[in-house]
């Protein structure tokens, strides 16, 4: 792996030289690749255009992220961030390359989840669109329009994962293509209208699976906090560091969303009806809604505290897009009966 990462740090520092007028647009695409963003940006915005869309962008989002963590568990990555340091190659000539705030993610690198779960998550939007666009118009150039922006931007988020050294090329290739797979499979299965007991019985077996896990490597002898430490040591600025990209955090995200998103159809089965302007106000008030909740400042001692306040964030989101805003302006905007 040594060449391959050498190869990864010179096309990183190539993309840097290159790219620089082009800094601003890759750090926005690193961020509508972020895990989180499918579920704060991406979801309300579907959600009101299409009810099961909707769901199945929280779903696969969960999934797939789950996934992910797992895989960097067992496949221990590195970044190309402290890898350049760590590995001791670069100390005659190093590399001219700079980090980002958005760098220094405490995790294992491989996979990329940024790739990964935005190629999933996008294939769920995309491939519906493309199939309503080839209904709607009958030719398969404009039906084949999605599925050329669907490249378009995962190339975007990759390429900027690698420019702000957080990924080396393979692990971007092979987040795409773990996530297109998980895109495909999990969107045959999307929890439309399942009971609780459903998502309380998978959020529970996918933290209590993960938490056996992780476990079960400790026991084995290998050290999980081991991309920690490295992330602390060789990131350029100690405040970069966040609690909220561990993969604790990840999998409190996950957890919760899924339980939330079982509550949030347990409260109003099938929904509210609303018009398509109703339904506008409803994506402004439930995206400003989430900006506040993402916002929201969480303390991080103990960090078993700061993880289950992380699990309770992420359980109210499904509830607050799908049931108190649609709830509130359909209050706000029905028609008063007549006597």
């Known amino acids: 792996m040594e060449g391959i990462h050498v190869q990864g740090v010179w096309m990183a520092e190539a993309l840097q030289q290159s790219c620089g007028d082009w800094r601003d647009l890759l750090l926005v695409a690193s961020h509508l690749g ?23 962008v929280l779903w696969v989002a969960a999934l797939s992220e789950w996934v992910n963590l797992v895989l960097k568990w067992i496949l221990f990555g590195e970044r190309p961030y ?34 990964m779960v935005s190629a999933a998550v996008w294939w769920v939007i995309v491939s519906p669109l493309a199939s ?7 030719s398969k150039l404009i039906s084949a329009l999605p599925y050329l922006l669907y490249v378009m931007f995962l190339g975007c988020v990759g390429i900027s994962r690698i420019f702000i050294l957080a990924h080396f090329p393979h692990q971007v290739l092979a987040g795409l293509l773990a ?21 309380f019985c998978i959020s529970t077996g996918l933290l209590c699976a993960a938490l056996l896990m992780h476990t079960v490597l400790l026991k084995s002898g290998l050290d999980l906090s081991w991309s920690i430490s490295r992330a ?5 600025s100690p405040e970069w560091i966040r609690l909220d990209t561990a993969p604790f955090s990840s999998l409190t995200r996950d957890t919760g969303v899924l339980l939330g998103l079982g509550l949030a159809q347990f409260w109003k089965p099938g929904g509210w009806t609303l018009p398509w302007v109703p339904r506008t ?39 607050v ?19």
């Open 34 to 56: 972020d895990p989180k963003a499918a579920v704060l940006l991406i979801f309300p915005v579907v959600f009101y255009l299409h009810r099961r869309t909707g769901i199945a």
């Open 82 to 115: 402290w890898w350049i340091g760590e590995s001791g190659l670069f100390s005659g000539s190093p590399p001219q390359v700079q980090q980002f705030p958005s760098t220094c993610e405490t995790g294992p690198g491989s996979p990329s989840g940024h790739a």
């Open 132 to 138: 309503l666009c080839c209904a709607r118009t009958g």
């Open 179 to 199: 996530g297109v797979f998980l895109g495909v499979s999990l969107n045959r299965s999307v929890p439309h209208c399942r009971p609780l007991l459903f998502f």
């Open 232 to 236: 602390k040591r060789w990131c350029s």
């Open 281 to 319: 106000l409803c994506v402004a008030l439930s995206s400003l809604a989430l900006h506040y909740i993402s916002r929201c400042p969480m303390p991080t001692v103990p960090p078993l505290l700061f993880y289950s306040l992380f699990f309770l964030k992420y359980s109210i989101v499904p509830q």
């Open 321 to 339: 897009v799908m049931v108190l805003v649609p709830g509130l302006v359909h209050l706000l905007t029905r028609k008063p009966k007549r006597e």
